[in-house]
């Protein structure tokens, strides 16, 4: 199996930065789409962003969109989400997913591998 392990999230104050990564290990990484996803407290899984396998197309949340970038280095087997200009509204955990493929979605049920998150706490 793939495994997926997404590390970077901490407390920050509003308008700070954060670097997310999601590290995989197990199968070959470029043959993955990945897609970061996050969830706050009673709300549903929420999508942010994804990436194709070979890092060649991206596709952010509306929401998201001017302050969050997705990238990735196939060669470390990691993906990136870079947060800026967080707000108390990006407060959430932070799931990172892949499905095989060249292709990304921005749908949850497309992803068949999950991390087990990374907290961002953004403060006022």
């Known amino acids: 199996q793939l495994q997926l392990v997404e590390s970077g999230g901490g407390l920050v104050q509003a308008g700070g930065s954060l670097r997310l990564s999601c590290a995989a290990s197990?199968?070959?990484?470029?043959?993955?789409?990945v897609g970061w996803f996050r969830q706050a407290p009673g709300k549903g899984r929420e999508f942010v962003a994804a990436?194709?396998?070979?890092?060649?197309?991206?596709l952010v949340a509306n929401s998201v969109k001017g302050r969050f970038t997705i990238s990735r280095d196939n060669a470390k087997n990691t993906v990136y989400l870079q947060v800026n200009s967080l707000n108390s509204e990006d407060t959430a955990l932070y799931y990172c997913?892949?499905?095989?493929?060249?292709?990304?979605?921005?749908?949850?049920?497309?992803?068949?591998?999950w991390g087990q998150g990374t907290q961002v706490t953004v403060s006022s």
């Open positions: 990436i194709s396998a070979s890092g060649g197309s991206i």
């Open positions: 197990g199968r070959t990484f470029s043959s993955y789409s």
């Open positions: 997913a892949a499905r095989y493929g060249s292709n990304w979605s921005a749908s949850r049920i497309e992803y068949r591998f």
